[in-house]
């Protein structure tokens, strides 16, 4: 199998390393890749969204499957501009992509399909929506419709906070088009767990879950980041509420997108609250996480490669993914001023160390490579330490312990990564 992985994250670096053991793959590029990708593919300088780029690409090698990363080249059409060429692609089209790249959409899908999300309405006009928000009193959530890089939530405290999240977003022109229309929504309770599953269009499997840290902060505190650490699986999410979940929300929405025409193929990330009414939808994403996808590969001990193309080509029904029992850590490594202005060029150290210690793996993420074969930080997650144990407070000590082998004066990491789940700070 010859392989085109798209993105540069450490996602990505992940998704490289579980492609690699695959006894199927023969060949496998990435675009563009990182310096850790280099090291198990082919790097090419396509950048993520450069659509044509990559449909040109992908003809002229022969790529059997197309292994999209990020959601921007989704939403903007990858996956149907392959199509168009023949090519075979494990994400979604462009039209069931909306399910991240609206939100709007995914509330229409939601109550068409019957699936438990906060009540709420959206809106085209900011008088309207400050009405309703006066009507219906805080706290309560305000959310830009179009995609917004963890920039367009707002759940607000109070009415006046609320008034002024629609009018930067509907009259400041805050986010650009993808403000101009807002949900405005009941603000739910409980603990927050990130599922996702694997969709051929028909069929759903369930692929695992993990809690995230959004915040730059321990103790969860400061602004939202891309994501700071990720543990799976999370103790909240048992496996009767995973199936609950699966259940309700999944494959309900499942079946309305192929209802409407457009089947959902590919990773389905749903980020859940856990609500004394059982699991509800908070939204809704077309790809793996960053950095969960880096803790999930982890337990995965089935051929991922396989598993995406039988998602490509519509046959996951008679599917069965097997897990590893163990528990896995994701800790970030940002570049000290993230998330607003990393510090770049810092020079990093010792990753051959850290990879040393029992169960660990490092995926890059914003580093580069120098001329002279130093790597060094080139973005704001630069790296992304892992491990895999028996138990989460096992995993944790060993991220932690591989964390202490680098040198890399800039970085910004959190030392709670788990604690949601330990209930106990780190040694
Ligand atoms: P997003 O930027 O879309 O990932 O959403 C950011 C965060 O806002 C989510 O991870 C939740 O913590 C929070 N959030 C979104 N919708 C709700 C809601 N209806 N109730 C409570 N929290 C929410
Ligand atoms: N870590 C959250 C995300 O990838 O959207």
Not at 143 to 163: I, N, P, R
Not at 280 to 286: A, T, Y
Not at 375 to 380: K, L, N, P
Request: glycine residues 12%; proline residues 6%; charged residues 20%.
């Amino acid at each position: 199998m010859r392989v085109l992985l798209v993105g540069s994250g450490g996602r990505e670096h992940a998704l490289a390393w579980a492609l690699a053991a695959s006894p199927l793959l023969g060949k496998l590029w990435c675009a563009p890749g990182n310096p850790g990708t280099a090291e198990i593919a082919e790097n090419v300088a396509i950048a993520a969204d450069d659509i044509a780029g990559l449909v040109a690409f992908a003809g002229a090698r022969r790529v059997d499957l197309v292994v999209p990363g990020p959601e921007a080249p989704l939403v903007a059409g990858l996956t149907d501009a392959l199509a168009a060429a023949g090519l075979r692609c494990c994400g979604p089209s462009a039209a069931a992509a909306r399910l991240e790249g609206s939100k709007v959409f995914t509330k229409e899908i939601a109550a068409a399909a019957g699936v438990p999300t906060a009540p709420g309405r959206y809106f085209n006009d900011a008088a309207a929506a400050r009405a309703y928000v006066r009507d219906q009193g805080a706290p309560i959530v305000v959310k830009a419709d179009g995609l917004a890089a963890g920039k367009g939530v707002v759940v607000a405290e109070s009415v006046a906070e609320a008034e002024a999240a629609i009018e930067a977003l509907m009259i400041g022109g805050k986010l650009g088009a993808a403000g101009a229309r807002v949900v405005v929504e009941a603000c739910l309770k409980g603990e927050e767990v990130s599922l996702f599953a694997l969709c051929d269009g028909k069929t759903a499997v369930f692929l695992g879950a993990a809690q995230d840290h959004k915040r730059v902060g321990e103790g969860d505190t400061g602004p939202n980041t891309g994501g700071m650490g990720a543990y799976s699986p999370p103790p909240a999410l048992t496996p009767a509420l995973a199936e609950a979940a699966m259940a309700r929300i999944i494959r309900p929405t499942l079946a309305e997108l192929a209802r409407r025409g457009t089947p959902f193929r590919g990773i389905l990330f749903a980020g859940l609250m856990l609500t004394e009414a059982g699991p509800q939808l908070i939204e809704f994403n077309v790809r793996f996480g960053d950095p969960e996808c880096q803790a999930l590969l982890r337990r995965l001990k089935s051929d991922l490669l396989a598993a995406l193309l039988a998602c490509a080509d519509g046959e996951l029904a008679d599917f069965d993914l097997r897990w590893d029992e163990a528990a896995a850590i994701a800790v970030v490594l940002a570049a000290r001023g993230y998330p607003e202005a990393p510090r770049k060029g810092g020079v990093i150290h010792g990753l051959r160390e850290a990879a040393r210690v029992e169960g660990v793996e490092v995926f890059h993420a914003g580093t580069a490579r120098r001329a002279d074969g130093e790597i060094v930080a080139a973005g704001g997650r630069v790296l992304t330490i892992t491990a895999r144990a028996p138990t989460l407070a096992a995993a944790r000590a060993s991220a932690y312990a591989a964390i202490a082998r680098i040198t890399f004066e800039d970085a910004l990491y959190r030392r709670d990564i788990g604690w949601r789940a330990l209930l106990s700070p780190p040694r």
